[in-house]
């Protein structure tokens, strides 16, 4: 059974970073996609960013675009989310999630409904 782990949440100010880990337990390969999802009380779910198997392709929501960067440490089996230029609409709790869809394995991808596990969340507020 795969365990993702999310830790680095926490109160931060508007413009400051914060850097996201997940941390994947539990399976032999790491041919898998990965991604970033978010949800804010009151509000769905959102897609923030996601990564191929091996790092090279990523793909980012439009909200955190030119702010957020991922990436993936195949050998440590561990996603980052290197969050800049934090925003009080940023504040959500924060999950990390992973699939072996095709297409998320090779490009990386935006469906939630592709993605077959996830983390507990890490919540991430920023204040004005």
């Known amino acids: 059974q795969v365990q993702l782990v999310e830790s680095g949440g926490g109160l931060v100010q508007a413009g400051d970073s914060l850097r996201l880990s997940c941390a994947a337990s539990g399976r032999t390969g790491s041919s898998v996609g990965m991604g970033w999802f978010r949800q804010a009380p009151g509000k769905e779910r959102e897609f923030v960013a996601g990564v191929n198997w091996n790092g090279a392709s990523t793909l980012y929501g439009d909200p955190v675009k030119g702010r957020f960067i991922v990436s993936k440490d195949t050998a440590k089996n561990t996603v980052i989310l290197q969050m800049n230029s934090l925003k009080p609409e940023d504040t959500a709790v924060y999950y990390c999630?992973?699939?072996?869809?095709?297409?998320?394995?090779?490009?990386?991808?935006?469906?939630?409904?592709?993605?077959?596990?996830w983390g507990q969340g890490t919540q991430v507020t920023v204040s004005t």
């Open positions: 999630a992973e699939s072996a869809d095709y297409s998320c394995t090779r490009y990386g991808c935006q469906e939630a409904n592709l993605y077959r596990y």
